[in-house]
């Protein structure tokens, strides 16, 4: 991940990490006790999701049929997928959750969150509790909860998955980034299958080793390259992201994985 020089704000609360911003030129960060870039915002452009995981993580754009009603985020970090669902799906309702109430102090306070109200609501929580409490009723689950180090455990555990997909709607979708270097990265993957039916895609992100990793509660709709590769160009303007290469990019993983989703179950 990329580093800038960065400071810190104030000592860390219940032993969570501490919350440290940068600034490089038009772009300021968010860290958790490390330099570690968490989250970044284009303060010329804040709906601009500035890291590449981000961006991977909107592939689950190719294969919603309609636009989701409801997204919860578990993490909210700078607020990137806030400011980009509230500039580019204004219809959709988004619950964020965060378990550090520093986090949270700082994104409304430096990184131009949405106006809280119907439309938007910061829920102060642990994600893998708060997740039990959705029975169906969430769209889209994006998933990014790292503690500064590496990925939080309980949000890898296949007990997390199962309430995630016990939250999602009929046609919902589970995102999540990982890091493609963790040692643990394919028990991760494992975990996920199992509970998803073995309905699982993978995104790279263009850098830094992050890959963003699809679950789908039921089978893709669409089973043709060539209309999803239609849809991704389609979509790739309205939503200022390249979903053709996010496409070509999973079609790639599917022709080298030795388990590869069916879009035929």
């Known amino acids: 991940m990329p580093q800038h020089p960065y400071r810190r704000l104030r000592p860390a609360r219940h032993e969570l990490p501490e919350v440290g911003i940068s600034e490089s030129g038009n772009i300021r960060s968010l860290h958790l006790g490390t330099p570690t870039i968490q989250s970044s915002m284009n303060v010329d452009n804040p709906a601009e999701l500035v890291l590449s995981y981000s961006r991977a993580m909107m592939a689950w754009l190719l294969f919603a049929d309609d636009m989701p009603q409801h997204i919860t985020q578990i993490g909210l970090g700078g607020g990137s997928f806030a400011r980009w669902i509230d500039a580019y799906l204004p ?15 700082i994104a409304r306070s430096m990184f131009e969150l949405p106006f809280e109200g119907e439309k938007f609501e910061i829920i102060e929580d642990d994600g893998a509790e708060y997740i039990k409490v959705l029975r169906g009723n969430t769209d889209i689950i994006l998933v990014d909860g790292f503690d500064g180090e590496q990925i939080i455990d309980s949000l890898v555990a296949e007990p997390f998955f199962a309430d995630c997909r016990q939250a999602l709607s009929e046609q919902g979708i589970f995102v999540t980034n990982w890091w493609q270097g963790d040692k643990r990265f394919q028990t991760f993957v494992r975990r996920l299958r199992e509970v998803f039916d073995n309905r699982v895609l993978m995104v790279p992100a263009e850098t830094h080793g992050n890959i963003a990793v699809l679950a789908f509660q039921q089978p893709p709709t669409l089973r043709d390259w060539d209309k999803l590769k239609k849809r991704a160009g389609q979509r790739a303007s309205q939503f200022n992201l390249d979903l053709p290469a996010m496409l070509a990019a999973i079609k790639a993983q599917q022709v080298h994985s030795n388990r590869p989703l069916s879009f035929n179950d």
């Open 91 to 105: 219809d959709t309702r988004q619950t964020a959750v965060d378990i550090n109430p520093q986090v949270i102090s």
